[in-house]
């Protein structure tokens, strides 16, 4: 299927979207990124890539890492994992603490920060460098040697991470790591930094479409597993306003703070945007507006 009219209706539709919005502040090095960029690639499930605007530019994925080193530790521990954390939709900031200590230790998701840094974690225990076992996974699947850790970003968000020290120290205190405190904080934060391009991101999440094997064909995850992945995307993927992106675009998602966003059609394609200026729980606004313009105009959704 050839895409670009759905495309130019993406880029008209975007434009005055570009004009809103502020990138992540939170993180000083982000927010240098300039707002206006726009990026957006679709590939199927042959691994054929389309896209427009900067689909090739990388950039920091952040949150969207948390779908990768999920899938990774569901490959390797089963639906064991599901007794770590929560599959409910997030009802609070990706940050909460106080939803954390209400739960008693046990994150609402696997996509909520509390709920991130235990699958770090885990993939820290059973691999011995989440981090760098979550790249190389990356590089194979979109067979980019180039992917790689940002060090200016991770150093500004350590510096400025107080929040996410503070999750993994309470998450510490209730017995909920095998790891130290800072080799998880050091793991979650540079996976975050990790930057990859639209390109680089449809065809390493295309796993998710072809219900669980990798670019090669082998497999990463059986059918439910990779099913369970896109029904949390689908409830808790784009932080607490996912009932909010549901409605509009219909499918299962991951965003990240950078802008970026990853979306699946299971069985069909995987789609990609990035727009840096985000609304204010955290989602690419020039991104969702992209990925409702592509299921719209479409007419392909999981509904
Ligand atoms: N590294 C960011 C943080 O932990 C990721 C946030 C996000 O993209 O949701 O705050």
């Given at each position: 299927?050839?895409?670009?009219?759905?495309?130019?209706?993406?880029t008209?539709?975007?434009?005055?979207?570009l004009?809103?919005?502020?990138?992540?502040?939170?993180?000083?090095?982000?927010?240098?990124?300039?707002?206006?960029?726009?990026?957006?690639?679709?590939?199927?499930?042959?691994?054929?890539?389309?896209?427009?605007?900067?689909?090739?530019?990388?950039?920091?994925?952040?949150?969207?890492?948390?779908?990768?080193?999920?899938?990774?530790?569901?490959?390797?521990?089963?639906?064991?994992?599901w007794?770590?954390?929560?599959?409910?939709?997030?009802?609070?900031?990706?940050?909460?603490?106080?939803?954390?200590?209400?739960?008693?230790?046990?994150?609402?998701?696997?996509?909520?920060?509390?709920?991130?840094?235990?699958?770090?974690?885990?993939?820290?225990?059973?691999?011995?460098?989440?981090?760098?076992?979550?790249?190389?996974?990356l590089?194979?699947?979109?067979?980019?040697?180039?992917?790689?850790?940002?060090?200016?970003?991770?150093?500004?968000?350590?510096?400025?991470?107080?929040?996410?020290?503070?999750?993994?120290h309470?998450?510490?205190?209730?017995?909920?790591?095998d790891?130290?405190?800072?080799?998880?904080?050091?793991?979650?934060?540079?996976?975050?930094?990790?930057?990859?391009?639209?390109?680089?991101?449809?065809?390493?999440?295309?796993?998710?479409?072809?219900?669980?094997?990798r670019?090669?064909?082998s497999?990463?995850?059986?059918?439910?597993?990779?099913?369970?992945?896109?029904?949390?995307?689908?409830?808790?993927?784009?932080?607490?306003?996912?009932?909010?992106?549901?409605?509009?675009?219909?499918?299962?998602?991951?965003?990240?703070?950078?802008?970026g966003?990853?979306?699946?059609?299971?069985?069909?394609?995987?789609?990609?945007?990035?727009?840096?200026?985000?609304?204010?729980?955290?989602?690419?606004?020039?991104?969702?507006?992209?990925?409702?313009?592509?299921?719209?105009?479409?007419?392909?959704?999981?509904?």
């Amino acid at each position: 299927m050839d895409y670009q009219w759905v495309f130019a209706e993406i880029t008209r539709a975007i434009r005055p979207v570009l004009a809103g919005g502020r990138t992540a502040d939170y993180i000083p090095a982000l927010a240098q990124t300039d707002p206006k960029h726009f990026g957006f690639a679709v590939a199927d499930l042959t691994s054929h890539v389309q896209g427009t605007g900067d689909w090739e530019i990388p950039f920091s994925i952040q949150s969207v890492s948390k779908v990768f080193t999920l899938a990774l530790v569901l490959a390797a521990d089963g639906d064991r994992l599901w007794t770590l954390v929560g599959k409910e939709p997030s009802g609070a900031p990706f940050n909460s603490l106080y939803h954390l200590q209400r739960s008693g230790g046990i994150p609402r998701n696997p996509f909520v920060n509390a709920g991130a840094l235990i699958i770090t974690d885990r993939l820290q225990t059973l691999t011995g460098d989440a981090s760098g076992t979550l790249r190389d996974f990356l590089r194979t699947e979109t067979d980019n040697p180039d992917i790689d850790f940002d060090a200016r970003i991770a150093e500004s968000e350590q510096r400025h991470g107080h929040r996410n020290a503070a999750l993994a120290h309470l998450l510490a205190d209730y017995g909920r790591l095998d790891n130290p405190v800072d080799t998880v904080l050091d793991h979650y934060t540079r996976q975050c930094s990790l930057t990859m391009s639209c390109r680089d991101l449809v065809l390493a999440a295309s796993f998710l479409a072809r219900h669980g094997l990798r670019a090669s064909h082998s497999r990463l995850l059986n059918r439910s597993e990779a099913k369970r992945i896109n029904a949390v995307m689908l409830v808790g993927g784009t932080y607490d306003t996912a009932g909010d992106f549901a409605h509009r675009v219909g499918l299962p998602a991951k965003s990240g703070v950078g802008g970026g966003i990853i979306a699946v059609i299971p069985g069909r394609c995987i789609l990609a945007a990035w727009g840096p200026a985000i609304d204010r729980y955290g989602n690419s606004l020039a991104g969702v507006t992209a990925l409702d313009v592509f299921t719209t105009h479409t007419g392909l959704s999981i509904f």
